[in-house]
């Protein structure tokens, strides 16, 4: 028998590497990966509670909807990725910048 | 005891996989990295007992986020662009000095131990049922949820894939510099004021 | 476990005897273990056949003789090149991303291979019957695309990178007509799992889901036409068109990577047209149930499978000598503005077909009221 906590710290790890990844990459790309990282720390956990703490299917539930969102969000993300480098011909995040007020230094 | 070893591979393959999606320089690479998290927590879900929604998350991730990733990464040229924080110890990326990193280790040490606080009592308030390996299958039940208790969310989820289709597409068509929409508003709009 | 090869097995004496000595899970372990290794071997035999059969066909339809050198009929040349294939330098582009050269041709025959667990080759010959069957199949295949997109990236070659971009963008194109179309069969039998796709199939072809009503009568043909679209087959062989580019996504890959790789795409077609008939033909059922219960009415399903399937590998053959390649635009507005309109009407008339005759096929209706 499998407990909890174990899930739980598989399900850490995957949180922090994907912050990790999401912070300390320059790449749009990286950070969308990134975020599946995160998605999928949450859908792990849903499921796993649903098992050991509500033993009902409600997390089944919720994971499919966190995959469903995952994979809209991974459509418009990577369609917003081509756009961008269609005009700055390049992704890096910083280059995202045409919105923010210009700062007086 | 196969559960026990599916869940020592496919934890094994996660770890291993984020660790090294972390590391590498190769935004490829990351990428098929991705792909063996996502193949071991499909690992983890099936030792959940959840079998539908490790065949979903194959299904969706594998055949078509993954792909996705990989193309848009073929697209933009796959350069990983250094940032400092990738070398750890000079840690000062282009966001902030080091007072606002000092401030910030301040507060994230302040948050954490009242996150600690509040969550040291996580597992005794859970109470974590001791239920048996037995297997039972979720397809059926997990139907006559999504079209019961779950209607509402279902469908809003079919809209949102619905706009997520458009709206990539739209999105990701290459245009003119003025699109031509625009030009048919105006257009009308001129039209409508000459009649008025 | 019941309906699987290892609760066949463990109901035999001696069988038994061992799990009694070791254990059941570990003895039924064993069985699965021993089962999969013989069904990989058989797999790969067939997929050698495969290559074997594509060239007698093309001779044949092509006023040709073929490969006659190697054993009677020169049904040997599978060896022949299997070990040409492994003796073969390996040979790789010096500017290729060695990891993922290296990886490629393997998730491609993964992805293939891992569905063999869930295929009815009859009724206890079946690796495992998974509740979620071919739902299952449907998501571990889409393996292949990864492996040939990854394939034609990592090879480092103008080539190479169309074809493995022609060969992602048309798997992926292709899965949602396959996709919806297996939803109209999961809803006319009201499960996931094979042997419940198969079940209502029983007994004289016009049980057939084929002939269920017309919109099967359609499906049938759109998948089919999918399952070559996706297993990157003439008239859809882009990824790999030789008059434009070399050999597309394997150009690069000699000896048995390449081997691994045109491995793949025969077994995928040996597996394709196992789903299909499993589907759509009837599956392994034979008529008036021949020798119901005994060991002989296993085999005679297998074979009645294997028959079906064989013929379908000969009409996908078939096709691929007849007809010429399409453009790459053609075969994506075939995709999304004819097969998948028709999968999804098909959908939807099925369903109302379901609620409006309660579930009855078309020969039921007209021959068979009353007996209902």
Redesign the interface.
């Known amino acids: 028998m499998i407990s909890l906590k174990a899930y739980l710290f598989v399900s850490m790890i995957l949180m922090v590497t994907g912050l990790v990844v999401m912070i300390s990459r320059k790449n749009i790309v990286a950070i969308l990966l990134g975020i599946e990282l995160i998605l999928n720390s949450a859908a792990l956990n849903f499921v796993a509670y649903s098992k050991y703490a509500a033993n009902n299917l409600d997390g089944h539930i919720f994971s499919l909807f966190i995959i469903v969102i995952a994979a809209a969000e991974a459509a418009v993300g990577l369609a917003i990725v081509i756009r961008f480098f269609q005009v700055k011909e390049t992704i890096h995040i910083d280059e995202a910048s045409e919105l923010r007020e210009e700062l007086t230094r | 005891m196969f559960a026990n070893i599916l869940f020592s591979v496919s934890s094994l393959l996660v770890i291993s996989s984020c660790i090294l999606m972390m590391w590498t320089k190769n935004l490829m690479h990351s990428c098929v990295y991705l792909l063996g998290v996502l193949i071991g927590v499909a690992g983890l879900y099936l030792t959940l007992g959840a079998d539908f929604v490790a065949a979903t998350q194959i299904m969706v991730y594998v055949g078509g986020v993954v792909i996705l990733m990989l193309f848009a990464v073929m697209l933009t040229g796959g350069k990983d662009y250094q940032s400092q924080t990738q070398k750890i110890l000079n840690l000062f990326p282009s966001m902030g000095n080091k007072y606002t990193f000092m401030w910030g280790v301040g507060v994230a040490f302040v948050f954490g131990c009242t996150l600690i606080y509040f969550f040291r009592n996580l597992f005794s308030v859970i109470k974590v049922i001791e239920s048996d390996d037995s297997y039972t299958p979720t397809i059926e039940r997990l139907g006559e949820l999504l079209v019961t208790d779950h209607l509402v969310a279902f469908e809003i989820s079919s809209v949102l894939l619905l706009g997520a289709l458009v709206g990539a597409a739209i999105i990701a068509r290459p245009r003119k510099e003025r699109p031509a929409f625009i030009d048919d508003i105006v257009d009308d709009h001129h039209h409508d004021e000459e009649h008025h | 476990m019941e309906n699987t090869i290892a609760g066949y097995f463990l109901s035999f004496a001696p069988v038994q005897h061992l799990a009694d000595s070791l254990g059941v ?1 570990f003895t039924s ?1 064993l069985i699965f273990f021993a089962f999969c290794t013989l069904f990989l071997v058989i797999l790969a035999t067939v997929g050698g056949f495969g290559t074997i059969a594509e060239r007698k066909i093309s001779a044949d339809l092509q006023a040709r003789i073929g490969p006659n050198r190697v054993g009677p009929y020169g049904l040997f040349q599978l060896i022949a090149d299997g070990i040409k294939m492994i003796s073969k330098e390996d040979i790789m582009p010096r500017s290729a ?1 060695k ?2 050269y290296y ?1 490629a041709p393997f998730l491609s025959l993964f992805g293939v291979v891992c569905t063999i667990a869930v295929m009815p080759f009859s009724k206890n010959l079946i690796l495992t019957d ?3 069957g071919v ?2 199949a ?3 295949s ?2 292949v ?2 492996g040939i ?2 394939g034609g ?1 990592a090879s480092n070659s103008k080539w190479s ?1 169309l074809g493995g ?1 022609r060969g ?2 048309q798997i ?1 194109s292709y ?1 949602i007509p396959v996709t919806l179309t297996i939803m109209m069969i999961v809803l006319i039998a009201g499960g ?1 799992s094979f042997n419940t796709l198969v079940a209502e199939q029983a007994g004289m072809p016009w049980n057939w889901y084929i002939f269920h009503n017309p919109f099967t009568f359609i499906g049938f043909f759109v998948f089919f036409i999918s399952t070559l679209a996706e297993t990157n087959r003439a008239p859809f062989d882009l990824p790999e068109a030789e008059s434009e580019l070399v050999s597309g996504y394997h150009t690069e890959y000699t000896g048995i990577r390449f081997g691994l790789f045109a491995l793949a795409e025969y077994i995928e077609i040996f597996v394709v047209s196992a789903v299909s008939v499993s589907l759509f033909l009837g599956g392994y059922h034979i008529p008036f149930g021949l020798l119901e219960g005994t060991f002989s009415n296993e085999i005679l399903q297998f074979g009645s499978l294997f028959l079906k399937t064989c013929a379908l590998y000969y009409v996908v053959i078939w096709v691929r000598w007849t007809f010429p390649r399409l453009r790459v635009d053609q075969l994506m507005s075939i995709c999304w503005k004819y097969l998948t309109p028709i999968a999804i009407f098909n959908l939807v008339g099925t369903a109302i077909w379901i609620v409006a005759f309660d579930g009855r096929s078309m020969f039921d209706l007209f021959f068979g009221s009353g007996v209902h």
Request: negative net charge.
């Open positions: 899970g372990f991303d990891f993922l990886l998974l509740n979620v739902f299952y449907i998501a571990i889409s393996l695309g990864v997109f990854l990236y990178l971009m992602a963008s992926i899965e996931l």
